[in-house]
């Protein structure tokens, strides 16, 4: 029964890390429909939205290596360029920015179990039947 309430924890601490990476890849589909500031020109607007790609990238990433660190600072970086160079009048931008800001304050680390409950009970059971094949051999 312990062993069942860790793997329901690990199992649901990843189908939320699932859901983040969900939630990530529909801002990379967003990332198009935003209006970028006049400032740039049609070159530097193509980076900036690489870039922009290459930072929510990062951070799906970051989720799957659960590097917390990374993770934020990846969101931050995509969050200010979005403040800097885009619109923020454009609906596109400000649904971007409030994604982005409920993402900022997801725990992508799982703390797993350092060791099972079970783990005793099990190496209990396995001495048993390993005495009772050396008592009947």
Same mark, same amino acid.
């Given at each position: 029964? /312990?062993?069942? $309430?860790?793997?329901?924890?690990?199992?649901?601490? *990843? $189908?939320?890390?699932?859901? =983040?990476?969900?939630?990530?890849?529909?801002? @990379?589909?967003?990332?198009? +429909?935003?209006?970028?500031? /006049?400032?740039?020109?049609?070159?530097?607007?193509?980076?900036?939205?690489?870039? =922009?790609?290459?930072?929510?990238?990062?951070?799906?990433?970051?989720?799957?290596?659960?590097?917390?660190? *990374?993770?934020? +600072?990846?969101? !931050?970086?995509?969050?200010?360029?979005?403040?800097?160079?885009? !619109?923020? !009048?454009?609906?596109?931008?400000?649904?971007?920015?409030?994604?982005? !800001?409920? =993402?900022?304050?997801?725990?992508?680390?799982? +703390?797993?179990?350092?060791?099972?409950?079970?783990?005793?009970?099990?190496?209990?059971?396995?001495?048993?039947? @390993?005495?009772?094949? =050396?008592?009947?051999?």
């Amino acid at each position: 029964l /312990a062993l069942y $309430h860790a793997y329901t924890e690990v199992d649901q601490a *990843l $189908h939320h890390n699932a859901d =983040l990476m969900a939630r990530l890849s529909t801002q @990379l589909e967003v990332i198009g +429909d935003g209006a970028v500031e /006049a400032l740039l020109s049609p070159q530097q607007e193509i980076f900036l939205r690489e870039n =922009l790609k290459t930072k929510l990238l990062q951070a799906q990433l970051s989720v799957y290596r659960e590097q917390q660190a *990374l993770y934020e +600072d990846s969101l !931050d970086k995509a969050q200010r360029w979005l403040t800097q160079y885009f !619109d923020t !009048d454009n609906s596109a931008t400000r649904y971007m920015q409030g994604e982005i !800001d409920k =993402l900022k304050g997801e725990q992508i680390q799982i +703390d797993y179990p350092a060791q099972f409950k079970t783990q005793a009970m099990l190496e209990q059971v396995l001495t048993e039947r @390993l005495q009772r094949i =050396l008592a009947s051999s």
